[in-house]
Structure formats: structure tokens, C-alpha cells
């Protein structure tokens, strides 16, 4: 069983809808939890991060940690073409750790 | 602004060809990773290291060495490359103690 569980999707949604990204995990260790945006050819770039259960509000994003059911979700509000990218989240025990990344979703917004 | 960068943005071996990948970041982070990203499979850890001159195995290490001989530079070298080393090639780095790790822009390495 991966450590990480993400659907890759692909999933497209028209401009302005209300997005929802999620992972499972089976380690009930982690507890830092991370979002990536990934645009074509570029590198990872960390979007949201939350330190175990909870919400976590930035701008149009929020991000949710249920540790109780081993899921995190982040949702995307009033979502834009230039949201389109792949998602990524990822996972750690502690800081400065192994990170356990899912497979990313890949996110087209239609205009 | 962090900077981590990649030696090349694409990059085409032969079979058995020895094959250098430089990192370089800027930002005096005490760890840096190597990572290959392939579809359906995600990132997957190859290598890691916590300091100069110290390594770690990460998940998939077969077929690669790493060398940190000093602190803003990580190297991956393929021994021998293989088709099945065809991959994104991608570097991080990020602070002692902290979650935010920072990427490269990766390298496409094909191996023919």
C-alpha cells in the first residue's frame, strides 16, 4: 500500500467553480501536510502547508486535515484559468523529514 | 528569493553512458533531495542529505549515487545509465527543521 493515495484525475471544471483536491495516507505519523502547484515544466512550489487537524484559510485556497480519518483536501473557490496546473500534496512525520508525496491532480480551468 | 537550479533542462544519454546532475542552491539550506517524478507514479525519493558529506537512501536509490562535497551543491550521478532511468529529474532543498521544500525546475533525461 502507498504511503500517500491522490486521484491524478485529470479533472476540469469551468471558470469560477469551487474545486476540491484530495489525498489519503496510511501513516498515522504524519503530521505536516502540504499542497504543491506544479505548472507545466516547472518545478513543485508549495502552496499551503497545516500542522496536523484542522483548516487553514489563504485567499481562495483552504486547506483540511481530518487525522482521524487519515484524509486532506484543498479546495480551490471561485477557481481561474490560471489555477490550471497539477497538484501535489505531501506529507511528513516531522520537519526537516522524508517527505511522502501522492501522484498529483492534474486541475484544467476552462475560461 | 530562493533559488535552487539545475545543471540542464533537458538532457539525452545513450545506454551505459555515465551521467552527472547538478544542484545548486543559494539560500545555505542544510538539506537537499533528489527526486524523480514519473506519471502515475509521483515523486519518488532517490537520495537525500542533511549536510555536506552526508547521505541518505531514500526509496528508489538502485542505480544512483549521490555526492554533497560542499553545502549548496548536490550531485546525482547514474553509474550506467538505462532506458528505465528516463525520467524528470527533480532537486530540493529546504532549511534544517522546517516543511517548506523549495524545487529546481527539473531535468528531462532521456535515455536512448
Known amino acids: 500500500q502507498k504511503e500517500v493515495e491522490q486521484d491524478p484525475g485529470p479533472l476540469s471544471v469551468p471558470e469560477g467553480a469551487i474545486v476540491s483536491l484530495n489525498c489519503t495516507y496510511s501513516?498515522?505519523?504524519?503530521?505536516?501536510f502540504m499542497w504543491y502547484r506544479q505548472y507545466s515544466r516547472k518545478g513543485p512550489e508549495l502552496l499551503m502547508y497545516?500542522?496536523?487537524?484542522g483548516n487553514k484559510e489563504d485567499g481562495r485556497f483552504t486547506a483540511q486535515v481530518d487525522k482521524s480519518s487519515k484524509y486532506i483536501s484543498l479546495f480551490i473557490r471561485d477557481s481561474q484559468p490560471s489555477d490550471s496546473a497539477t497538484y501535489l500534496c505531501?506529507?511528513?512525520?516531522?520537519?526537516?523529514?522524508?517527505?511522502?508525496f501522492g501522484t498529483g491532480t492534474s486541475l484544467t480551468v476552462i475560461p | 528569493d530562493v533559488k535552487v537550479t539545475q545543471s540542464s533542462r533537458y538532457l539525452v544519454k545513450r545506454t551505459g553512458e555515465k551521467v552527472f546532475l547538478e544542484c545548486v542552491q543559494d539560500?545555505?539550506?542544510?538539506?537537499m533531495f533528489w527526486y524523480r517524478q514519473d506519471p502515475g507514479l509521483g515523486l519518488r525519493l532517490i537520495y537525500f542529505?542533511?549536510?555536506?558529506?552526508?547521505?541518505e537512501k531514500g526509496d528508489i536509490p538502485e542505480g544512483y549515487s549521490v555526492s554533497r562535497e560542499k553545502k549548496e551543491r548536490f550531485s546525482l550521478i547514474l553509474e550506467s545509465a538505462s532506458t528505465n532511468q528516463t525520467s524528470m529529474y527533480l532537486c530540493?532543498?529546504?532549511?534544517?527543521?522546517?516543511?517548506?521544500?523549495?524545487f529546481g525546475p527539473g531535468t528531462r533525461l532521456t535515455v536512448l
Open positions: 505531501a506529507m511528513s512525520a516531522r520537519t526537516g523529514n522524508q517527505f511522502y
Open positions: 501513516n498515522s505519523a504524519f503530521q505536516y
Open positions: 497545516t500542522y496536523s487537524s
Open positions: 539560500m545555505d539550506h542544510e538539506n
Open positions: 542529505s542533511y549536510d555536506v558529506k552526508m547521505k
Open positions: 530540493a532543498s529546504n532549511p534544517l527543521d522546517t516543511f517548506t521544500q523549495y
